[in-house]
């Protein structure tokens, strides 16, 4: 038993749950945040993903900015096919690097995302849906935060949806039962290092 693993009086850690609790236990969806303004946010979401396939569950991603830029996870998430579904909805980053679309393009685009993540969502056919960077959208004025409590309000019971991206409002933190903020401590660009195939992107 894990409980045995601990010092007498430790407090318990909420990941070690007894797996006989786990497997009798009603399926149960929760609503994870991961937030802030250090890496790893749509990485521990992808994580998330890994371990749920491990299950055979069926798992939803959805991501409302990046847009036709080459990530490393595109390729890899297509060997969990056909369990995860991937869409990138979004038109790319707005207002930097390279854009040159109309930002009434960007905002359609956040738009179908939106209603595309609320029709999956609500047909009660995944265990997980990710919406990746959708509070970068909410930053952008892209969609509202009404739009995401919307979402909130129309998820499955037994669907656990995932929120990243930077400045998740507090509105969004306040209903969500698991939220992380990843904050920077050091980072390799600081000191010149660029972006890493296979670490970064």
């Known amino acids: 038993m894990l409980s045995e693993m601990n010092e007498p009086g430790e407090k318990r850690s909420p990941d070690a749950a007894d797996a006989q609790a786990v497997e009798t236990e009603e399926p149960r969806g929760l609503v994870l945040v991961n937030t802030g ?45 056909p369990e995860v579904e991937f869409y990138r909805m979004g038109r790319g980053f707005v207002g930097i690097v390279d854009d040159n679309l109309p930002r009434e393009e960007h905002e359609k685009a956040a738009r179908d995302a939106l209603a595309f993540a609320r029709e999956k969502l609500t047909s009660g056919g995944y265990r997980l849906v990710v919406l990746d960077e959708i509070f970068v959208a909410v930053t952008l004025g892209l969609i509202s935060v009404r ?38 401590v050091k980072h390799a660009f600081r000191k010149g290092i660029l972006a ?3 670490v970064d992107y």
């Open 196 to 198: 890493q195939r296979g």
């Open 37 to 81: 303004d250090g890496k790893g946010k749509t990485t521990a979401a992808l994580g998330t993903v890994l371990r749920a396939v491990g299950y055979g569950y069926r798992c939803l991603i959805v991501q409302f900015i990046k847009g036709s830029w080459m990530y490393g996870e595109l390729k890899s998430i297509k060997r969990l096919e």
């Open 147 to 184: 739009d995401v409590l919307s979402l909130l309000d129309a998820r499955p019971p037994q669907t656990t949806l995932i929120l990243t991206g930077r400045g998740a409002p507090p509105e969004v933190i306040e209903r969500a039962d698991t939220v992380t903020e990843m904050r920077e």
